[in-house]
Each structure stands twice: as structure tokens, then as C-alpha cells.
């Protein structure tokens, strides 16, 4: 009898479950098939959140100024 499915994302080499629910025991063996995430799926964007590089104050203000004017990133701008 296959288990139930229990999703997770991978922080590090550690994979955090999404559900309490699903809690496996200490020492349980398990198989990670990796999948792609699809576009707009907020478990992805959250997982690409918590792995953003750090950002100067400078950077952080050049980009809302830039986004406040409603135009595109020039890589020039970081030159």
C-alpha cells in the first residue's frame, strides 16, 4: 500500500514539510523526487523568497525609484 504524499521544500539539506499533519517520526526513511515548480505557485515563490541574497540599502532604494518611474532594470544601472 503506497503511503500518502507529503509535500515539502528544501531549505539548505534539510526538507521542511508543508503540513504538521503529514509528520514523520525521527529516523524514517524517505524517497525526495524533486519537482518543477509551476509558474505562479506560491509554494515556489516563497521558497525563491527565503533564498534572495542580501541587498544594500542603495540597491534596495535604486530599485523602488526605478519601479516607482514604471520602467525596466538596466544592468547599466549597476555599473
Known sequence: MPAAEIRGVVHGHTVVLNST???????????VTPVSPRRGDPEALFAALDELPPM????????LR??????????ADWD
Open 21 to 31: 499533519t503529514g509528520a514523520l517520526p525521527d529516523g524514517t526513511e524517505v524517497i
Open 56 to 63: 544594500s540599502d542603495e540597491d534596495a532604494a535604486l530599485i
Open 66 to 75: 526605478i519601479v516607482e518611474e514604471g520602467r525596466r532594470i538596466d544592468p
